[in-house]
């Protein structure tokens, strides 16, 4: 049921085939995807993540042999929940999901494609617009500066040759066309040379006169007033024609300049046209690279996917038999944690004895410490009997000392001939007095120790005693071990030691300070 449940329908190709266009198989299974997972390395592009869904897998019809029965698959979100591994419902919504991340990938990768061909459209058609205006603007300046031609010759018909005609002439030349700046320089050339010729015409009149006027053969009163008026105008005509030269001449430079402009201008637009051409047969090349990728993109596609549905397909199987082999796992590991529980067992059996063995060798440890509570009372009786000897020592030592003071002062009354022997004998006091020291010394350590031993005492006493309260409020048992009881008269011994320990350091407290003074 679970391998029937999860198996992909299968679709004819030649179905999906007849569409007629460049489509995809996928397109039409993912409902509208248009590209692959493979466009990657020519558009990035960012998605937000899919958030993992359940499915409901609809019933399929098979055939088995040529009789057809339908079979209703429940959904396996109901019947299959309890049998269906969750490591298996997770791989086949992972699976899904990629499946879809791929269909938006395609999705978007068609929409960047058509995105891409809009602007492509978009640069031709603007690169055609381009070449249309430039066509337009020329032969509208060509137009123009025809109708200009034409106004300014009918202009200059009815006009002077030198003056006025020249001006509207060269406005005309400025604002000419290209095509008919040739024609129009070569008439410019040919006025100047003529305007050239009529100087120098006149300035071999002027030459003339003058060399007559100096010869003295025009002196009369009606030539010479003729001749000066003459002389006067031919000056002016030559200022007209040396003004007008220039400004044949400013023309002409003009004109050659704005011939020169007008030939960069056409050959930019030339180049510009070609660029367009460039881009457009450019522009073609890739829209064909483009649509030949997507074509292999479109088989990468499908490949991807036959595989994918086949990988789905043994990994659904393969999860299948770990499913079978966990459950025998399981089962054997069930049998050895019974083991192991039986085992477990045994070893608490175990423990109880031993735990019954060690108390037995916890009361023979508390009957050698009671044991050794005995030794050490005989050997704290020894050391009270060690300081009483150090006692009458020390109280023998006394009465020298105050006997050899009175026969000190005796002497230094009566006999000071004797100071001598009284020094030496001063001397020998005082080493006995350090020696004496020496003992006082060592019966305040023995002293000392003797107080800690009496304190660790007392403790175990308390202890003994604490112990017997609670024995002898519990019933006793066949393992148990009845000690002592502890002596009624420790107490009032103790009290007598701590009594005499204080008289005794009493006592060497004055006899110390008595040496001290002496």
Known sequence: MLAESYTPSRRSMRELDSAGEETDNQSQLSCGSRGSRLGRGYYGYLYNPVTPRKYYYPSRNYTVGAATTEKTIPDPSKTEAPSAPPELMSFIERQ???????EKESKFCREELATLLNKVKDVISENENLHERQKSKLIKSVFEHLETETETETETEPRKVLKSPKKSKRSALIE????????????????????????????????????????????????????????DALQKEKDSLQETVRQLQNTLALIKDKENDTVDK?????????????????????????????????????????????????ERSAAERRYTQQIEQLTAELGVQWESTNKLQ????????????????????????????????????????????????????????????????????????EITRLETEVQSLRQRLDRADAD???????????????????????????????????????????????????????????????????????????????
């Open 266 to 314: 056409v050959k930019r637009s030339l180049d510009i046209a070609e660029q367009a051409q460039y881009e457009k047969n450019a522009a073609e090349t890739e829209i064909r690279r483009l649509k030949d990728e997507l074509e292999r993109q479109h088989l990468k596609l499908r490949d991807a996917i036959s595989d994918q549905s086949r990988r789905i397909a043994d």
């Open 176 to 231: 000419g066309p290209p095509i008919v700046f040739e024609s129009r320089i070569s008439e410019l050339e040919a006025q100047l040379t003529q305007a050239k010729i009529d100087l120098k015409k006149s300035q071999d009149e002027n030459d003339s006169l003058r060399k007559k006027i100096n010869d003295g053969t025009v002196l009369d009163s009606v030539g010479y007033e003729s001749y000066r008026k003459q002389l």
């Open 440 to 518: 006082l010394i060592h019966s305040r350590r023995e002293n000392l120790r003797l107080n800690e031993q009496i304190a660790s005492l007392e403790k175990e006493t308390a202890l003994n005693a604490a112990i017997s309260d609670e024995r002898s409020k519990t019933p006793r048992t066949p393992d148990t071990i009845a000690l002592p009881p502890p002596k009624a008269d420790s107490h009032d011994r103790e009290k007598e030691l701590t009594s005499m320990i204080r008289d005794m350091e009493n006592k060497h407290g004055r006899k110390f300070s008595n040496y001290k003074l002496i």
């Open 346 to 417: 045994l070893e608490m059996d175990k423990q109880r004895r031993e735990n019954s063995d060690l108390r037995r060798e916890v009361a023979q440890k508390q009957a050698l410490i009671d044991d050794l509570k005995k030794d050490m009372q005989s050997k704290i009786i020894n050391l009270q009997s060690d300081i009483g000897t150090t006692g009458a020592e020390k109280s023998a030592l006394e009465q020298q000392i105050a006997t050899l003071q009175m026969a000190n002062e005796r002497t230094e009354r009566q006999y000071k001939q």
């Open 96 to 102: 899904e999901d990629y499946i879809e991340q791929l």
